[in-house]
């Protein structure tokens, strides 16, 4: 049974383009977490989602940042017109209950 | 913010057991207590969690005290590559609504040889 599977797993990117961070969950997890680590400090949650539905997004960004976690296809983490700030180590993790998290290996953004 | 308290960092000798203490004074009923690690710019990785009985599994040893305000995770054999920061989280257990891992500042263990 494979891992999460998260790609890229570098990503850069200049100014005001837009990443997109894709997150395959281990098969039948049905619930995605994703988690944003800044350079030296801990990881935050951002958004929380179940198929085709946003569960909790109390932790992601009010603007440029978006989650979506179709019917068919991976789990996509978008960020919109991406600046300096945004680089980070970004991880998800998938959960067949909601419990216990199984994380990725994460995308490194790097923002130039 | 983090409702668990870890000190900062601890060292231990290879082969040695680690154990790595958590002050959760606020802890609810239905809390579970999770223990996850990170290896340098790797994924978090689950290790453990418990309710108010002691846990084993195949990598640690989670003892939770009888008022369930503090816990100790123990790794018996430490080795090298238990090198990592340990982050000790609360959150709603079982058979509630899946709630995020809100992580601290965890206790960065060094094993050394």
């Known amino acids: 049974n494979a891992g999460v599977m998260q790609n890229p797993r570098h990503l850069v990117r200049r100014r005001g383009q837009e990443a997109r961070l894709r997150c395959s969950p281990m098969k039948g997890h049905s619930h995605v977490y994703w988690y944003r680590q800044l350079p030296e400090e801990g990881l935050k949650f951002m958004v929380y989602l179940q198929k085709e539905n946003i569960i909790d997004e109390s932790g992601m960004p009010k603007e440029r940042f978006s989650a979506e976690f179709p019917k068919e296809g991976p789990s996509i983490l978008r960020i919109q017109q991406v600046v300096r700030g945004d680089s980070a180590a970004y991880f998800c993790?998938?959960?067949?209950?909601?419990?216990?998290?199984?994380f990725g290996q994460g995308t490194r953004l790097t923002v130039v | 913010d983090a409702k668990t308290t870890q000190p900062p960092s601890m060292d231990c000798a290879e082969g040695r057991a680690a154990n790595l203490p958590c002050n959760h004074s606020t802890i609810s009923g239905n809390e579970y207590v999770y223990w996850y690690r990170q290896i340098h710019s790797q994924g978090p990785q689950y290790i453990i969690h418990?309710?108010?009985n002691n846990e084993t599994n195949e990598m640690a040893s989670l003892i939770i005290t009888e008022d369930r305000k503090s816990s100790t995770l123990i790794l018996p054999h430490a080795t090298l590559r238990d090198t990592a920061v340990y982050y000790c989280?609360?959150?709603?257990?079982?058979?509630?609504?899946?709630?995020?891992?809100?992580f601290g500042k965890g206790t960065t263990l060094s094993v050394s040889s």
């Open positions: 418990g309710l108010k």
């Open positions: 989280i609360v959150r709603v257990g079982r058979g509630q609504a899946g709630t995020a891992l809100i």
């Open positions: 993790a998938s959960s067949p209950s909601g419990q216990e998290g199984f």
